[in-house]
């Protein structure tokens, strides 16, 4: 019986060696403390700044998900399209449909020519509701542009000619 105690232990020994070298591995890590995320306020109060296109793109995602379209979504739509940033295909599918001719002229141009260009550029195909989307935008153009150098018809007349041959030939010569 005696040998048995002496073996228990031994074990009991060896495993409260292996639990305080397991400790002191543990002991020197510090823990990562994992702070709340910005809200959208505190996003756009920041001007975008310091934050990458794809956390801005979650900010994105989560405020149509949340339906808080108008007081998150359009003002960070607003700074991406003004800013020039990388907009997935989806967003700009979404601000085309947002962004109407009277109240949001600017960024209804902004983000029509990014969408199109999108598709000319190959990162999305070329469907038939694009074509009826760049033969109203084209007619929308023609019809309301200043001079024949007006930007916007500059621009569409280019990715008329890059997406539709059929329709650049109707509006464009």
Avoid at 53 to 74: G, Q, Y
Avoid at 77 to 83: D, I, K, P, R, S
Wanted: overall charge positive; glycine content about 6%; aromatic content about 10%.
């Amino acid at each position: 019986m005696t040998v048995h105690k002496q073996k228990i232990r031994g074990l009991l020994i060896v495993l409260f060696i292996l639990m305080i070298g397991g400790s002191g591995c543990i002991w020197g890590q510090k823990a990562v403390v994992v702070g709340a995320a910005p809200t959208c306020e505190e996003v756009l109060s920041t001007g975008l700044q310091g934050f990458s296109d794809n956390e801005l793109t979650l900010f994105l995602d989560n405020s149509l998900a949340e339906d808080r379209k108008s007081e998150c979504w359009i003002p960070i739509m607003e700074a991406f399209l003004n800013e020039n940033r990388e907009i997935p295909h989806r967003h700009l599918a979404e601000a085309v449909k947002t962004f109407n001719k009277r109240r949001y002229e600017a960024l209804f141009h902004k983000a029509v020519y990014r969408y199109l260009s999108d598709v000319a550029k190959g990162k999305a195909t070329y469907t038939p509701e694009d074509r009826l989307l760049l033969e109203s935008y084209c007619s929308f153009l023609i019809n309301s542009a200043g001079s024949a150098h007006d930007k916007n018809l500059g621009q569409a007349q280019v990715l008329c000619r890059k997406l539709d041959k059929e329709l650049y030939r109707k509006f464009f010569q």
